[in-house]
């Protein structure tokens, strides 16, 4: 089949908490055989929340790979099939301490397509209202307050660098702009 490559074999070369790695043996559609390292991922969910003053609520927190502190929306690993809204909603209430009354699904994207399976569900939050937060024993955030016009420009000015909080922005601003 043109574009199209079938799977000979695969072989795990890692296991691990939060991902398992394969090495996969290819066939291609020129009969070639090649090989192709797949990052598997159970897939997350990100959450933007919109108060009643329009601020999206933002958590701040290291994120060891770049070894900075970035600006993302509250997200999280979805546990193997739990529902991509229930998800969104624990994450939600975990990392600011809020529940919705109206959610509002943003789609699907794909992170990383050429060697990760991770599929991560947007959601918007609005009416919300503030309890405690549920950080896990190993999280550490601030949540920070940015009124959504102010987010949608730092998108444009690459003042936030994460790529579910830029599409997540730029969906909810085209939304709520019409």
């Not at 598997?40 to 701040?60: A, S």
């Not at 690459?158 to 599409?167: C, L, R």
Request: aromatic share 8%; glycine share 6%; proline share 4%.
């Amino acid at each position: 089949m043109h574009l199209e490559e079938k799977t000979i074999s695969a072989e795990k070369i890692y296991d691990g908490k939060i991902i398992e790695v394969t090495r996969d043996k290819v066939l291609l559609e020129n009969k070639s055989e090649a090989y192709r390292e797949v990052v598997h991922h159970t897939g997350g969910v990100c959450i933007l929340p919109i108060n009643q003053d329009n601020d999206v609520l933002f958590v701040k927190q290291f994120r060891y790979p770049f070894k900075e502190v970035l600006l993302e929306i509250p997200a999280g690993k979805r546990e193997e099939g739990e529902d991509p809204k229930e998800c969104g909603i624990r994450e939600l209430k975990e990392e600011v301490g809020a529940e919705s009354k109206n959610i509002t699904y943003l789609g699907k994207l794909y992170p990383t397509v050429a060697y990760d399976t991770e599929i991560i569900y947007m959601y918007m939050a609005q009416d919300l209202s503030f309890g405690e937060q549920d950080l896990d024993e190993d999280e550490f955030l601030d949540v920070v307050k940015i009124p959504l016009s102010k987010a949608y420009e730092m998108v444009l000015n690459d003042e936030i660098p994460d790529a579910k909080t830029q599409i997540a922005i730029l969906k909810a601003w085209a939304k709520l702009s019409n």
